[in-house]
């Protein structure tokens, strides 16, 4: 649950949203096939949850998805 927390702050968002973004440099750049474009997708995930304040794996846990209320809930 502390994961889940994590990833619901603040720190822990702006971590989604870089992991995101050098994921989809990484697929875009530096592999140049079928692979670095499936990579830059996948990046896509972490980016988008950290811009859209959701923590995707939150529900595995019992808590809500949305992370202002996982904030709140504390």
Known sequence: ???IKFLAST???WVRIIAGIILIGIGLFLIQNTGG???AVVGLVPLLAGA???CIFAPLFGAPLSG???R???
Do not use: F, P, T, V
């Open 11 to 13: 720190s822990g968002r």
């Open 72 to 74: 709140n809930a504390r």
């Open 52 to 54: 859209m304040d959701l």
């Open 37 to 39: 474009l499936i990579l």
């Open 1 to 3: 649950m502390q994961l």
């Open 68 to 70: 202002k209320a996982i």
